[in-house]
């Protein structure tokens, strides 16, 4: 009996301990149990719960109650806009909650990650990059003028870049253009660099939507692929996007949506199959 009634005393103690107020503005308290939930907010984003950090969350709450207290007195909360935008937060707010107690019960696999970096690299192999240089001219009169120039050895391929090239970012360098994918450029750039040998320049100008390129492939090489720990928090950022567009997806699918026509979209109206199908009975 002694016992259950020191129990019951340090129960009665407790409860106005925890329900205690930290202020009181204009009536209104915030109490010790609100600063607690946001501080442990901030404590789950990685800040330390110290007295200081306490401090500051109490002095927010006070600003931010006198702010909300304000906004109410001039009715800012009763207008249709702000109505609408509150609403629309508050539904970022349970979408994005969703995804990621999604995520959380879903989560990707290390074997899943393996995979997907084995069958990118399995995609990327036998990809080359190369070393280019061009150069980058208005017309094809001048593109055919410097080319026969530079294969008549009168001017090397660098010279001519600083001298003609209106590619002012490559043409003070010489025309280079350094190591890349032939997938860096536009198609037909690309078709251009991929056709030419270590060494060879274009006999013909390119065409663009820049202008006429004169364009030489210096060298070439194998890609070499990352290895799996230089790109696994790409992969599972990239396998976590997947992830969420298959379940919002089977969210939609499940969903029974009526447009204003009448009919559940994606699904098929009460008496016909499925598109392109008879109405039932027919």
């Not at 006198?66 to 629309?88: L, S, T």
């Amino acid at each position: 009996m002694k016992r259950l009634a020191v129990l019951a005393a340090a129960c009665v103690l407790a409860a106005p301990v925890y329900a205690a107020n930290i202020a009181v503005v204009n009536g209104q308290p915030i109490t010790q149990e609100k600063l607690d939930q946001f501080v442990s907010l901030l404590v789950s984003k990685g800040a330390q719960d110290t007295p200081e950090l306490r401090a500051q969350v109490k002095e927010e709450m006070i600003s931010r109650l006198v702010a909300v207290q304000a906004a109410k007195k001039a009715g800012i909360e009763n207008r249709p806009d702000i109505k609408q935008e509150v609403d629309i937060a508050r539904q970022n707010i349970l979408v994005r909650t969703l995804m990621a107690d999604y995520l959380k019960k879903h989560p990707i696999t290390d074997a899943q990650v393996q995979a997907e970096y084995d069958k990118i690299k399995q995609e990327q192999s036998g990809r080359k990059e190369y070393k280019v240089r061009h150069i980058l001219v208005k017309d094809e009169k001048t593109a055919d003028q410097l080319t026969a120039e530079i294969k008549a050895k009168k001017i090397t391929f660098a010279d001519a870049a600083k001298k003609d090239s209106i590619d002012p970012g490559s043409g003070k360098s010489g025309g280079d253009l350094g190591w890349g994918p032939a997938s860096n450029y536009v198609p037909e750039f690309a078709k251009a660099v991929e056709n030419l040998k270590n060494g060879q320049m274009t006999d013909k100008p390119v065409h663009t939507q820049f202008g006429w390129h004169i364009i030489q492939v210096e060298d070439s090489r194998p890609i070499k692929f990352p290895d799996l720990a230089d790109v696994k928090p790409q992969i599972e950022q990239m396998l976590h996007q997947q992830a969420l567009a298959k379940y919002q997806e089977s969210l939609m699918t499940a969903a029974t949506i009526t447009n204003s026509g009448g009919a559940a979209a994606g699904k098929p109206a009460a008496g016909t199959k499925a598109a392109g199908g008879k109405a039932a009975g027919k």
